[in-house]
């Protein structure tokens, strides 16, 4: 337990219980957002707006071409905050101009689409917009934490997912389903704002760095399709859903339902935003990244154990919250639950291990494999099972990415890595 213990201690040094607590808060309000536009805006029209939303939200990883991924990786081996600052710059101006290409791109791409549900088109061609706010104040957060600002990175989170809910309850009152397509756009913009002042002087420095060339696009680029096919993992579910069972109020039941199993995601996530840069800035320290590990495991697993006792004796309760139709979903809520934790103890580290060491294209080419799978396994599980199908192939790949990536992690780190160190 003094293993644990420590890791502990050595979170909260690096103001990681700001991080983990602005975490909860952010999903307590994301839950309300939810909560709130589910009463407000009727189930086959809020689908259409989740359907083109999921659709975006696999697109955003690839803001930028991925340099604010770049951006965290190159500039936590930075000793200076200088260089930090030039490199914030060349991300910043760089990634705005390859965003407006790829909202044009996706813009006229969708004109040409016939979607299966009414107005998605327009939808999806609205909502591209938010790439743009999304990917600079995506920059504004790893520039905060590459100069150890924890605290000010979680304030950012609150204020996010603050402005999120009054944005949706405001306009989805008023505008419906219209008002939250909008209330999605103006969030990330009006975050940006409260957070000007903070990083606006970054940008007038302009310090040629060597390690601007071809390997930092490179991982930038790999790190952000990991990314992509990533979150296509847990969107397929939602697309394929639509697809195959072509109704917009299924999309909406998996979206609920799956709601709270990936927002325990929040937790190793909390937990390597804190430490990405420390663990980085010790990537050869074998003995450092061994014994971090080792906590990182011992607290997850925990903490998975006591998930599934906890949302297994509560499931009814739980999504009785949302709505109590959707307590019909009981099983396939606890095998996302079961499927969750596989993230929770191995993916979420040994994912960002990979990326540590610049292994984003090992990261791609899990995930990419993961999301064959999971596209053909849908196919057939979807129609014979229905949602409790989508879950079982979601749970299935959480738990294989994960393994994979320790064992391949640990192939580089031993084998490849530290011998070129």
């Not at 689908?47 to 951006?71: D, K």
């Not at 150890?148 to 950012?156: D, P």
């Not at 196919?379 to 790949?397: D, M, R």
Request: proline share 2%.
């Amino acid at each position: 337990m003094s293993l644990l213990k420590t890791y502990i201690q050595n979170f909260i040094s690096r103001s990681g219980n700001y991080i983990l607590s602005a975490s909860i808060i952010s999903r307590i309000l994301s839950f309300f957002a939810s909560w709130i536009a589910l009463q407000l805006i009727p189930n086959k029209e809020l689908g259409i707006v989740l359907f083109a939303y999921n659709i975006i939200l696999f697109i955003i990883p690839i803001g930028g071409f991925g340099l604010h991924q770049s951006l965290l990786r190159f500039g936590s081996l930075l000793k200076t905050s200088e260089e930090k600052n030039s490199l914030f710059r060349y991300t910043f101006f760089k990634g705005i101009w390859v965003t407006f290409i790829l909202i044009f791109i996706i813009i006229i791409v969708s004109l040409f689409i016939d979607f299966q549900f009414e107005n998605t088109k327009y939808y999806l061609a609205f909502l591209s917009i938010t790439l743009i706010p999304t990917y600079i104040f995506e920059l504004i957060k790893i520039q905060f934490r590459l100069h150890h600002k924890n605290k000010l990175f979680a304030f950012t989170e609150i204020v996010f997912t603050s402005v999120l809910t009054i944005s949706v309850l405001v306009l989805s009152y008023y505008f419906k389903e219209n008002g939250y397509a909008i209330a999605i756009v103006l969030t990330p913009t009006i975050t940006i704002l409260f957070f000007i002042k903070k990083f606006k002087s970054d940008l007038f420095f302009n310090r040629k760095l060597t390690m601007i060339n071809r390997e930092f696009w490179k991982y930038g680029f790999f790190a952000s399709l990991s990314n992509v096919v990533t979150q296509l993992l847990f969107v397929i579910d939602i697309l394929l859903i639509g697809f195959l069972l072509n109704d917009a109020e299924m999309v909406t039941n998996y979206k609920y339902i799956s709601l709270i199993p990936l927002s325990l995601l929040f937790l190793p996530r909390a937990f390597i935003n804190a430490d990405f840069v420390a663990f980085t800035e010790n990537i050869y320290d074998k003995k450092y990244i061994i014994k971090y590990i080792k906590s990182y495991l011992l607290l997850f697993t925990i903490l998975s154990i006591a998930f599934c006792i906890l949302f297994g004796f509560f499931s009814n309760f739980i999504l009785k919250l949302f709505d109590a139709d959707f307590i019909q979903f009981k099983t396939s809520f606890l095998i996302l639950i079961i499927g969750v934790s596989g993230i929770l103890i191995f993916r979420g580290l040994f994912g960002n291990l990979l990326s540590s060491i610049g292994k984003a294209h090992i990261n791609f080419y899990i995930t990419f494999t993961a999301l064959i799978i999971n596209f053909f396994s849908n196919y057939y599980l979807i129609p014979k099972y229905g949602l409790k199908g989508a879950a079982i192939t979601s749970a299935s790949l959480m738990w294989f990415t994960g393994i994979l990536s320790a064992i391949i992690f640990w192939k580089f780190y031993n084998h490849h890595f530290l011998s070129k160190k």
